[in-house]
């Protein structure tokens, strides 16, 4: 894909993930700085920058955390350079303090904030409809609808912020991000600019503004708000409203407003019911600053309108204000009306039971043979929860940790966790944390609840990335105000979760280039904790003593339990001839007594049910030899790598 | 089209993380472009890299939009693992479609753990056999070991579609982009794809009587 990113000639009539093309986007328009810290659904923007960066001349980054990201944006677009900084909704929350600074700054080049939606969920802890962080932030907020726009926007918006002198938002959803389509390549413009700086802050306010000396707050707010007003009209004459009419005679003069990945659910509805052309309806690709206008006008000739877009009511809330004035006849059907799921991420089903409602349309049913097959089916399906993969480190520190609490602490604590792949020791078997919160929040909320006056110990558990990106404040505070917390730092030396993007603790940037690392040790002395120990997860012993130590220790403490992600090391491995020998199940010294399966639950083990007898699938096992040390009788031979030198 | 209604064709590959079909997906999807057509892939999955199921979604037609397929309208389900086949046909497989099925079974946590246990073959068959025209069965695990490369099943499938002439342009065309697509052991996953395509073609044409 590489080539196809750097190289792909215009016209050129490819498949792109849509991240892959708000990459492509980027490096046609000449962006020269781009920075994220990797959250799904957003991360392969830059890990396919990373990859074109050299070859292209682009300064690709990721970032110690979010703000930091955005703040390298600002930085570059300050000194004349098209800059963007792309993260996942929830992401976008750590920005929210430079950004509401940026609006009221210059820049001499335009300032992308791509924001990654999740309706539903799927990757994240929440649903959060970024298109508020922009109304919040009084910026333009684009959505394209599909992967070629999710391209073509990218230009669009740096042109849009150029003109506008604005950052502006670009707000993707999951089914945009994650979706492949085909799409016709531009031209590559790649043209360095001389970068550069102004004399002093006020001057800055200069900037295309035609504002001279300082201002007062108020009046910066007013500038803001002049700008704002000459959105739509940029945002129309770049098309970024499709308008159609329908037919005079139409359906009970009804007329679709959407926006988004829904619009291909609203294009999908009316081929299939040959209603194209027919019905009136309204693509948005602006939709804040609310576009008034476009909307006014395509809203007074029907009687009703119907909103089919994902999140919150976004679009819904301002028609519903806007028709007050408008058109107070105007009936609109939506989230608000309850029509459409409130929450969620939508699907043709939905759009197909809303819209076929509204137009007094048969909607599609459940053929009646499915019906059967589904009664059927849920009979024999079982559920598949998420679990670590085979081999992962992070099981065996749960397992060790665990079991230093039961000679420590009666098998008595609280646990927070944090976010990454390490969540899923929530999960069972292991079911170690008892409560998880945001990025760095398991070392933060665990300073105030070994404040609340508990006997047990209070740990927090957190990953390498997650650890810089958030933790270090909260560790602090806990040796500033004495919190006896127990951190143990999950430290699989890789962003795992998100597809094993590096992070400052790896020695390696995102184009990997060799840099220096900073070790969570060194930052956790820094901080001042005085407990403070390193080692292997897949050493039980070692593991288990050094918990031990930690949880008797009076005064806050971090454990760091260091080890590759097994699946990077995979595919480090698969670059290589050396091969992994499995572990294997003895037999005749199984008892069948199935601790590995029932309290270690590696997924490369089983339980044969008629045999009594464990057995390890050689496919899936990566010969760690953690469950060595877990069976009881000893019944485990250990696995290997074996081979020769890399390929 | 072949095997479709609407002049769309609908597929959709179900498997478990790590088994491929997001590539799989990738590879179909390149080739229809290759081929002329427009197409949307998408997947969707759970937060960890391997583990939890994940249906892609692929769409390939001269006028399509959504990017995933809807319920009930899958032309064919491609199963990499037979639970995941029943859990893709129950949610997405049209009456009368085909289904393409990996026999090889991957355990779920709480199966291997005793909780739970799991549906015997002959069960997920006969219930997909209520909604289909015709199953495809096949080990595509130990058909991509014979072919020197145990992970290829995703390859080996995409070659059973091939082969069964289901789709609307040339297995050439699919072989350009599984070499556009896969990094490492080209020779391999080609000889996977080919033994596939071998299957594929040998069942062409055997539909269930009655259909």
């Not at chain 1, 957190?462 to 730092?489: C, E, R, W």
């Amino acid at each position: 894909m590489t080539h196809l990113i750097a190289k792909g000639l215009p016209s050129e009539h490819v498949l792109l993930l849509g991240n892959e093309a708000v990459a492509r986007g980027a490096v046609e328009s000449n962006v020269e700085v781009a920075a994220s810290y990797p959250g799904t659904p957003a991360s392969e923007i830059v890990d396919t920058l990373a990859l074109v960066a050299d070859e292209v001349g682009m300064h690709v980054q990721w970032s110690t955390n979010e703000m930091v990201a955005f703040e390298v944006a600002v930085g570059g677009a300050i000194c004349g350079k098209r800059s963007m900084a792309s993260m996942k909704h929830i992401g976008a929350n750590w920005i929210v303090d430079p950004l509401m600074h940026a609006v009221y700054h210059g820049f001499n080049a335009g300032l992308l904030l791509v924001s990654a939606d999740d309706p539903s969920g799927h990757s994240s802890a929440n649903e959060q409809d970024n298109r508020y962080l922009a109304l919040m932030a009084e910026i333009p907020a684009l959505e394209p609808s599909d992967v070629q726009e999710a391209k073509d926007y990218v230009r669009l918006a740096l042109e849009m912020s150029e003109e506008i002198r604005l950052p502006v938002m670009l707000r993707l959803v999951t089914r945009i991000c994650h979706s492949r389509g085909d799409v016709v390549l531009g031209k590559v413009e790649r043209h360095p600019v001389e970068p550069k700086f102004h004399d002093d802050y006020y001057s800055n306010f200069v900037l295309g503004d035609g504002i001279v000396g300082p201002k007062v707050i108020p009046e910066l707010h007013a500038i803001l708000h002049e700008k704002l007003k000459r959105v739509e009209e940029v945002a129309a004459k770049k098309g970024l409203f499709l308008v159609e009419k329908g037919l005079k005679s139409n359906l009970n003069k009804v007329g679709i407003i959407t926006s988004s990945a829904p619009a291909n659910y609203v294009f999908d509805y009316l081929k299939r019911r040959g209603l194209r052309g027919k019905i009136g309806l309204l693509k948005l690709g602006l939709t804040n600053p609310f576009p008034e206008r476009v909307v006014s006008e395509f809203a007074k000739d029907f009687n009703k309108i119907i909103v089919v877009e994902e999140g919150e009511p976004f679009i819904e809330r301002h028609l519903t204000a806007l028709a007050k004035d408008v058109k107070p006849s105007l009936k609109i059907f939506g989230k608000l009306t309850a029509h459409l799921p409130r929450t969620g991420e939508l699907n043709y089903s939905a759009v197909d039971r809303f819209l076929s409602g509204i137009l007094r349309l048969d909607p599609e049913t459940v053929p009646q043979e499915k019906a059967e097959v589904m009664e059927a089916a849920s009979k024999l399906l079982t559920p598949r929860i998420l679990t670590m993969c085979a081999g992962c480190p992070h099981r065996a520190a749960y397992y060790a940790a665990k079991k230093a609490t039961r000679t420590v602490a009666n098998a008595r604590y609280i646990a927070m966790g944090d976010i990454g792949c390490y969540t899923l020791g929530m999960y069972p078997p292991l079911k170690f944390m008892q409560d998880v919160f945001c990025m760095g929040g398991s070392i933060g909320v665990a300073n105030g609840i070994a404040k609340a006056g508990f006997k047990d110990p209070v740990l927090a558990t957190i990953g390498d990335s997650t650890f810089y990106h958030a933790g270090i404040p909260a560790l602090i505070n806990a040796t500033f105000n004495q919190a006896n917390v127990k951190v143990m730092v999950l430290d699989n030396e890789v962003t795992a979760m998100t597809g094993y993007q590096p992070h400052p603790g790896c020695g390696e940037t995102a184009t990997g280039k060799p840099t220096k690392r900073v070790l969570i040790e060194d930052i956790s002395k820094a901080c001042g904790i005085e407990f403070v120990r390193i080692v292997d997860p897949y050493d039980m012993k070692s593991s288990v003593a050094a918990m031990e130590e930690a949880l008797r220790f009076n005064g806050p403490a971090v454990v760091i339990f260091r080890r590759l992600c097994s699946q990077e090391y995979l595919r480090r491995l698969r670059r290589t001839v050396q091969r992994i020998v499995p572990c294997v199940v003895v037999e005749e010294k199984c008892t069948g007594c199935r601790t590995c399966v029932a309290a270690f639950g590696c997924p490369a083990m089983g339980f044969d049910k008629e045999r009594k007898r464990s057995f390890i699938d050689p496919l899936e096992c990566m010969g760690c030899g953690v469950c060595v040390e877990v069976c009881p009788q000893g019944a485990i031979a250990e696995g290997q790598v074996k081979g020769g030198e890399d390929k | 089209m072949t095997a479709t209604r609407d002049s769309e064709l609908n597929i959709i590959i179900a498997g478990v993380g790590g088994q491929g079909n997001v590539r799989g997906a990738q590879i179909l999807g390149t080739a229809a472009v290759k081929a002329g057509y427009r197409a949307r892939v998408s997947d969707v999955y759970g937060i960890a890299q391997r583990g939890g199921p994940v249906v892609s979604h692929v769409r390939i037609g001269k006028e399509i939009y959504g990017s995933m397929v809807e319920e009930h309208r899958a032309d064919v389900v491609v199963g990499l693992e037979p639970m995941e086949a029943l859990r893709a046909t129950s949610s997405f497989l049209r009456p009368g479609g085909i289904v393409i099925l990996s026999t090889r079974p991957i355990y779920p946590v709480e199966v291997n753990t005793g909780k739970a246990s799991y549906p015997k073959l002959e069960d997920i068959l006969a219930v997909i056999g209520k909604a289909s025209r015709k199953i495809v069965t096949l080990d595509a695990t130990k058909v991509a070991e014979d072919a020197g490369i145990p992970i290829a099943a995703n390859i080996v499938v995409l070659g059973v579609l091939a082969g069964l002439g289901l789709l609307p342009f040339s297995e050439l065309v699919l072989k350009e982009a599984i070499k556009e697509s896969i990094p490492r052991a080209l020779e391999e996953n080609l000889k996977a794809f080919d033994a596939g395509f071998s299957i594929g073609r040998r069942l062409k044409g055997c539909d269930r009587k009655g259909d």
